[in-house]
Nanobody, 112 residues
Framework: VQLQASGGGLVQAGGSLRLSCVAS????????MGWYRQAPGKQRELVAL???????SYEDSVKGRFSISKDNANNTMYLQMDSLKPEDTAIYYC???????WGQGTQVTVSS
């Protein structure tokens, strides 16, 4: 199983980024998938979840700003992040839910 996250970068507060996650060895169609993040000095947390049927849920601090989606035909998952805040700065990872083996993640840095 490999899950490769990309699309991170440096953005000013209020800006947007779109993260992508290409999955290999598993099917996004038949697995619950999630985006996680780990900020410096903090534990890794689940920020967005998408179920097999497309049902989504979000951590309270990102509700209304982040949107998770997936393209099962291309085995890819996305995280659209709008109205970014400095507190969103973290390494973002994609994984199954519950999580399995972790990939490298992608750094998101939001400047004030």
């Amino acid at each position: 199983v490999q899950l490769q996250a990309s699309g991170g970068g440096l953005v000013q507060a209020g800006g947007s980024l779109r993260l992508s996650c290409v999955a290999s060895g598993i099917s996004t169609e038949i697995n619950n998938m999630g985006w996680y993040r780990q900020a410096p000095g903090k534990q890794r947390e689940l920020v967005a979840l998408i179920g097999v049927g497309g049902t989504t849920s979000y951590e309270d601090s990102v509700k209304g700003r982040f949107s998770i989606s997936k393209d099962n035909a291309n085995n890819t998952m996305y995280l659209q992040m709008d109205s970014l805040k400095p507190e969103d700065t973290a390494i973002y990872y994609c994984n199954l839910f519950p999580a399995r083996v972790w990939g490298q993640g992608t750094q998101v840095t939001v400047s004030s």
